[in-house]
């Protein structure tokens, strides 16, 4: 079974850094497209970063952008969002997904594999 695991969340003070990792397991052939979403309580999921293997493109959420990096270590099967300049608001549930098409890069139905997701939770 294909198996995506998200590890680096924490607690940490505003202006802090993380760093999430996602590592695939459990298939041969690799999906094309990754994506780290979150979700805040009570509110929709969210897309924060996209990367495409192939074309090498990335995406970032208007929110983030200038603050967290988005990568892949094909070799390792591990995704990267490093995080930095922390704000409270980037408080949430942090998820990891994989698809094989390409599409509107935060659309849910585009990613046929989820993480059960990491906490990161930052203070004022």
């Known amino acids: 079974q294909v198996q995506l695991v998200e590890s680096g969340g924490g607690s940490v003070q505003a202006g802090g850094s993380l760093r999430l990792s996602c590592v695939a397991s459990g298939y041969t052939i690799s999906p094309n497209y990754w994506a780290w979403f979150r979700q805040a309580p009570g509110k929709e999921r969210e897309g924060v970063a996209n990367?495409?293997?192939?074309?090498?493109?990335?995406y970032y959420a208007d929110s983030v952008k200038g603050r967290f990096t988005i990568s892949k270590d094909n070799a390792k099967n591990t995704m990267y969002l490093q995080m930095s300049s922390l704000k409270p608001e980037d408080t949430a549930m942090y998820y990891c997904?994989?698809?094989?098409?390409?599409?509107?890069?935060?659309?849910?139905?585009?990613?046929?594999?989820w993480g059960s997701g990491t906490q990161v939770t930052v203070s004022s």
């Open positions: 997904a994989a698809g094989f098409r390409g599409g509107a890069v935060f659309s849910r139905g585009l990613y046929d594999y």
């Open positions: 990367i495409g293997i192939v074309g090498g493109r990335t």
